[in-house]
């Protein structure tokens, strides 16, 4: 018999209750990217998914640990969906260009249907006060510093113009993808992410040394 447990190929089976886990934590995911974290609440959750509120309370114990692990959860998902095409591409210019494609591209295939959930919490947490604020700026400067090592990769392979500024380059990356997000989900277009690869094509463009 072929199964979990007499095939050891095959790929482990969740039990119900992690996999009633997993369901919340995506509906979680889909409602705090158009409605924001702070509305996620386990009254909403258990209404949206026809469960009862105690059900989805012994997952969680508190909306801190259900925000926590929501956020926990999308971090899994830009990681899958962002950061492992861009890893996978040569070190250099190509995966600078592999990270904003992949960014692009997650965006406009709609992975979550308020757009980037990240930039979603930048919004919702930039002038507030606390935790959350802080982890959201933790996470806001660390994917700057990633942009930062990419560059400076690129650089040493002559790829990028040594005078080139790092940060400022980082930053006019960063805004075109964006302002992307942004703008597509506000408007429904998916041209806005056209218009971000065309920002993206003319600064990489800029930034590469005069001979090449």
């Known amino acids: 018999m072929r199964n979990g447990i007499n ?34 609440t386990i009254g909403r959750l258990a209404r ?25 959860a999308a971090r899994r998902v830009f990681a899958r969906e962002v950061m492992r095409p861009a890893l996978a591409a040569p070190e250099g210019l190509s995966r600078i260009e592999a990270f904003c494609e992949a960014y692009l591209s997650y965006v406009e295939r ?34 700057a510093e990633m942009v930062g090592r990419l560059i400076r990769v690129a650089k040493k392979k002559g790829e990028i113009d040594p005078e080139i500024d790092e940060a400022q ?27 971000g690869r065309r920002a993206i094509r003319e600064t990489i463009g800029r930034a590469r040394p005069a001979s090449s």
Not at 55 to 68: M, N
Not at 128 to 142: F, I, K, S
Not at 180 to 194: E, H, I, Q
Request: with cysteine; aromatic share 8%.
């Open 110 to 143: 709609g992975v979550f249907p308020g757009g980037c959930f990240f930039a979603h919490m930048l919004a919702e947490f930039d002038a507030r006060e606390g935790p959350l604020h802080d982890e959201v700026a933790a996470d806001q400067r660390g994917w």
């Open 7 to 40: 095939n050891p190929r095959a790929a482990p089976r969740r039990s119900d209750g992690a996999e009633t886990h997993v369901a919340i934590l995506e509906k979680a995911m889909e409602l705090a990217s158009v409605e924001g974290l702070g509305s996620l």
């Open 169 to 195: 380059l980082a930053f006019e990356l960063y805004a075109p993808l964006e302002l992307a997000n942004y703008l597509s989900t506000l408007n429904r277009d998916p041209g806005m992410v056209d218009l």
């Open 48 to 72: 949206e998914l026809g469960m009862s509120k105690s059900g989805v309370f012994a997952h969680f114990r508190s909306k801190q640990r259900l925000q926590r692990e929501t956020i926990e």
